[in-house]
Each structure stands twice: as C-alpha cells, then as structure tokens.
C-alpha cells in the first residue's frame, strides 16, 4: 500500500509526469528553513553563490533536514520504491521582480543515469505562485525519453548552458504548478519543464532535489571514465558501489561539511564535463 499519495496521484505521475501540489510541512516550518538560509547569506553578506547552491545538504543542517523529511521520502517511496539515493540538488532563488527564467528542458539531460527513473522534488520555501514564476511542466513529456537538446545560452536563463529541449509544443498546453510554502511538486526526470521570471514583491526561494533508484547506474561510458557523481543513500540497500557515498553535516559548514561538499561537486562537476555540458560554470 501507498505512505502517503492516493492511488489516484501515483497514475497521474505515470501517465502525465508529475504530480503537484503535495504539503510535507507547515508553512510555518517552512519559514523557519528559510530563516536559517537567509541569516546564513546576511552573515556572508550575498545570496547563496557558486557551489553553495549545489548539494546544499551537505553544507547546512536545514538542507538536511528538508531532505529527510519523512512524510517527503514516504512519496519518494511510493513513487520509486523503497531503496533510493539522493543525486543531487540545487537551491533556485529568483528575487524579486527579476526577469531570470529557465527554459524548456529535461533534467535528465544533466544526470548521466541509465535506465532514466529519476525523481524531482521541488520544494518551496516561500510562495510560488505564478507570478513569482512556479515550475511549469508538459503533461505526458516523459514518455518521450531523452530528447536531444539545444545548447544555447541566452540572457536572464538560469540555467548556464542555456540547455533547450528540441521538441515543439504548444506552451499553452504546459500546466503550471504554484506552490504555497511548506509545499512539493514532483516531476519524472524526463519531463519537459521550465518557468518564467518572478514578477512578485517577495523572493521565490525553492529546494530541487534529485532522488534516484538504486537500481539505477550511471551510464557506461561514465563509469569507464570514473566520471561518478557521489550520492547519499536515504533508504534500503545499495545495488552497487557506482554512486560514492555522501556524509550528512553535524553542523553548518563545519571544516567537515566543506570538505565533503567539496568533493561532492566537483564529482557532480566531473560527471556533467564528460556529458559535454558547461553547465558546472555556475559553481564558479
């Protein structure tokens, strides 16, 4: 039996892609997460930069915790199965009324995984209703598989190697996926995606985070490269040794926490140069 989605919820991710919205906390829980990013970014006096934004539950207890969110990884479960890692994640912050948009892509693109059974968890932090620019998805794009891709850099896109999907859609038959704080929405690895720029008066702070099988490899050529992106069990058994394994923080960036963050992105750095990609630049 399910933990925590309806029968109902699992068909809709398997026959659209994704499923939203999903409450995993209290906005009020919520908001203390994101408290204790922002007095970390005043104490360094700038927003979240570089690597920062990479693999954040490695460096911050928060991040952490936002990760092993039980009733979270009891979706995760229901949607994978009980043995599962996390891959990888990034903070999204766009502030306010700033024009910074991603454009039409697959996460899948950036991952290296063979068979592509990946998760994303997007986890909202403030609001994101569509106006701050929520994720926006294309119902069934999944079931396309990897899709070849443009890269194309442009001004204001978020994502540094200007990644776009070659496929032409309609972008009235995207669904958008507003989020209150404290919410999720959770979308399979080759769904097309993207959003828009936040033209709201609050900053639209968001956790994506990236949970794979482990059943599932990294594709050959990377482990014959030993190109291996590192990776934190969360639950069940490992299937193999091809995923190194990551350490939790005991404390907000202690010498520790920075090591192993360290060394995690440059693994995640490593595996996406021997995909071709550039996108590793934005932990410049």
Known sequence: MP????????????????????????????????????AFEQSQQSPLKGGQRNKGYLLFTWAYEVLTNSV?????????????????????????????????HQGSTYFGLEPLEEVTAWVALSPAPIE???????????????????????????LSSGQTAQLDFDEPKTVAMP????????????????????????????????????????MRRLIEEGALCSAMLLRGDLAHDYFPQEHAPQTDCDIDALAEHAQAVESYRRMVQALGHNTASRFD
């Open 72 to 104: 979270l990884l009891d979706v995760i479960e229901d949607l994978i199965g009980p043995h599962f890692v996390v891959y990888h994640s990034t903070t999204w912050i766009k502030e306010a009324n700033s024009p910074g948009f991603v454009s039409w």
């Open 179 to 218: 989020l209150e704080s404290g919410e999720v929405s959770f979308h399979h690895a080759c769904a097309v995606h993207g959003s828009s720029g936040n033209n709201s008066q609050d900053r639209r702070i968001g956790l994506c985070l990236h949970f794979v099988p482990c059943r599932v490899r990294p």
């Open 3 to 38: 933990k925590q989605l309806t029968s109902a919820q699992i068909q809709s991710f398997n026959d659209l892609g994704f499923v939203s919205p999903f409450r995993i906390m209290s906005t009020l829980q919520a908001a203390d997460y994101r408290g204790r990013l922002e």
């Open 132 to 158: 701050a620019g929520c994720v926006r998805v294309l119902p069934g794009s999944h079931k396309l598989g990897q899709l070849p891709a443009e890269l194309r850099p442009q001004k204001n896109n978020l």
